[in-house]
């Protein structure tokens, strides 16, 4: 129950899941819960245990500990009936190649038991609202990356599930592709789908999740809105300066930099060939620039970059483990 | 739930989710099986012929004619031929797709998300190989009529014909399965080469088993392939006169060997569907 008194459609509590022969927990107590109606994000970045999770909520991956449920149903002791609840797009392409899309959507239906009439129905409107129905008839070989993207998601849709669930749903797509699929997110969440999303794209988090998890190491390390999460950082704005150090030493200068007036924190963010520190502050970016500048040039070091920003979903990741999520 | 705000969770208008019926999914996923190969029937039965229609050629008609083999030969031939074609291809529609499927394609995927025990999609593909097998050796018989002219028949064989016939079927899937799901992808070329060219000269298909009692190493490896009971248990329908292993006890290796390939299969298969 959360706070509204609503059933969670999605509630994971304590998850464990140790592969065999792993010698760490790919995920290691994890809990969350997921509202009806709400796009929930998962984000981390590669091997942080999120599509692992998403694994063990679609019955494809048994937990080692821990609860899984999806609308009251417990994903292990009951994994049949949790199929019929849950719908996965999946990173890579698995759509049937033998069959048309249109069979594809068509037989999809079929194993969950909607009839032959209805079936049909749902096939010709979901084709249609992804711009596929010229293409129904088309084996998916020759589908781009996007496009067979677009039919796994209406394809999930066939036996219109309680969850939808995308893993890296944007992983490998062009931009154009990728703002499809957004499109489609918000058209779905409109709808009244839920839908928990895996991502290590931080701007999708913010863009499309009610409500953002930041996994890392197979834990969940921070739980909320996106703008919750980065007003919980003690700097409001940031300014972040790129110096190329030529024998400098970094840190006295990071820590010249982080004892200026204003700067509540600083953060070295990885980068190949130059010191790139993020400032955090309290008050206006702008009033700080030629002080960080004088202090570059103090250190008799190049001053190469300087962006203001507004904290962002990353600025939250690199507060929580020390490092940039890419 | 009390809530009336909540949006219905329907992702298109209509009747609600229907509810998850095993039964229903396993059929659905059968039919899908059927659907594919029905629509490429011709290209399925050059694929599963061509080879034991070789054979017989080979050795029942081009050999016989020259002179190189004993008259009635093809009597001792054919029935081995049927066998062979069973279980080699029931062994085939099963490993081969789970190969690909499970390392290539993923295409099994949905199927494993289907409302029904991922057990029941491994039985699944028993059930459609051992249909794709029962079809391929049944079109054996007017093929046999054709190469040899005439194939030995006996309708009061027919009880004990179509319980082997059966039982190859199953066994070739059976096997086919645990090579599916136990070999490693890059692995696939070498162990169909190891496996399947000694499966098809260890099964007593081109001999009767009881001749091999001069070679009787060979003949204790050949005790050892499922197929020779399956030629064996085909000889005694149809060429009683033929000395054969006795029917009773091909049936029970058989059926015990369906039975405990079958667990092995699903288990393994089980290991490959859910991580």
Redesign the interface.
């Known amino acids: 129950m959360d706070g509204?008194?609503?059933?969670p459609?999605v509630e994971v509590r304590d998850l464990v899941k140790r592969?065999r022969k792993a010698k760490t927990n790919a995920v290691d107590g994890v809990s969350f819960a997921v509202r009806?109606?709400e796009v929930f994000g998962l984000l981390g970045p590669n091997g942080a245990g999120k599509t692992t999770t998403v694994?063990i909520l679609?019955?494809?991956?048994?937990r080692t500990g821990g609860t899984a449920s999806v609308s009251g149903v417990d994903v292990g002791v009951d994994?049949?009936?949790a199929?019929?609840?849950?719908?996965?797009v999946?990173q890579?392409?698995?759509?049937?190649?033998?069959?048309s899309i249109r069979q594809?959507l068509l037989?999809?239906a079929?194993?969950?038991?909607?009839?032959a009439a209805?079936r049909a129905?749902?096939a010709g409107?979901?084709l249609g609202e992804f711009g596929l129905a010229e293409r129904a008839d088309d084996k998916p070989d020759m589908f781009s990356g996007g496009q067979a993207q677009r039919v796994m998601v209406a394809?999930a849709?066939m036996?219109?599930?309680?969850v939808?669930f995308l893993d890296e749903p944007t992983t490998g797509l062009d931009p154009a592709a990728r703002l499809f699929v957004w499109d489609r997110v918000r058209d779905?969440k409109a709808?009244?789908?839920?839908i928990v999303l895996t991502t290590h794209d931080m701007d999708e988090a913010a863009q499309l999740a009610d409500r953002v998890g930041i996994m890392d190491h197979g834990k969940l390390l921070a739980l909320d809105t996106p703008a919750a999460l980065t007003r919980g950082l003690p700097g409001r704005t940031t300014l972040e300066v790129a110096v190329a150090l030529d024998g400098t030493p970094a840190d006295a200068l990071l820590r010249e930099l982080g004892a200026l007036d204003g700067v509540e924190r600083v953060e070295p963010v990885a980068s190949p060939h130059e010191l790139r520190a993020r400032l955090y502050l309290a008050g206006e970016a702008p009033l700080l620039v030629a002080p960080a500048a004088a202090v570059v040039a103090g250190h008799h070091a190049q001053l190469t970059d300087v962006t203001i920003g507004a904290p962002s979903l990353e600025d939250v990741f690199i507060a929580l483990t020390g490092r940039a999520l890419r | 739930?009390?809530?009336t705000t909540?949006?219905?969770?329907?992702?298109?208008a209509?009747?609600?989710?229907?509810?998850?019926?095993?039964g229903?999914?396993f059929l659905?996923?059968l039919?899908?099986d059927l659907y594919?190969t029905g629509r490429e029937l011709p290209v399925f039965l050059a694929q599963v012929v061509l080879q034991p229609l070789f054979l017989l050629f080979v050795f029942g008609k081009v050999l016989s004619d020259l002179g190189f083999t004993q008259p009635g030969y093809t009597r001792v031939l054919f029935p081995g031929i049927l066998a062979l074609t069973a279980v080699v291809t029931g062994l085939q529609s099963t490993a081969f797709p789970l190969v690909i499927d499970f390392s290539f394609?993923?295409?099994i995927?949905?199927?494993?998300?289907?409302?029904?025990?991922?057990g029941m999609v491994a039985v699944e593909k028993v059930v459609f190989a051992s249909l794709r097998a029962l079809l391929a050796a049944l079109v054996m018989l007017p093929i046999g009529v054709w190469v040899l002219g005439s194939i030995p028949w006996r309708s009061s064989g027919l009880p004990l014909f179509a319980t082997v016939l059966l039982l190859g079927c199953l066994v070739g899937s059976c096997l086919g399965m645990i090579m599916g799901t136990a070999v490693p992808p890059n692995r696939i070329n070498v162990m169909f080469a190891l496996i399947l060219t000694p499966l098809l000269f260890t099964g007593a298909s081109q001999y009767p088993w009881a001749s091999l009692e001069q070679l009787r190493w060979f003949q204790v490896v050949t005790a050892c392939n499922p197929l020779t009971y399956v030629s064996e248990g085909m000889r005694a329908a149809m060429v009683p006169d033929v000395p054969h292993i006795r029917p009773w006890v091909s049936v029970l290796v058989l059926a015990v060997t369906i039975v405990a390939s079958l667990a092995i299969g699903i288990r393994l298969f089980l290991r490959r569907?859910?991580?």
């Open positions: 509204n008194g609503q059933v459609v592969y009806r109606g694994g679609t019955t494809r991956v048994r994994p049949v009936r199929r019929s609840l849950v719908a996965v999946p890579r392409n698995n759509l049937d190649r033998s069959l594809n037989f999809h079929a194993y969950h038991g909607v009839p209805e129905r749902r409107e979901l394809r849709l036996h219109a599930p309680e939808l779905l709808r009244g789908v839920t | 739930m009390s809530t909540s949006p219905t969770p329907t992702a298109t209509g009747p609600r989710r229907p509810a998850a019926s095993p229903r999914a659905a996923v039919w899908r594919v394609t993923k295409e995927e949905d199927r494993l998300l289907a409302p029904l025990p991922v569907a859910v991580d």
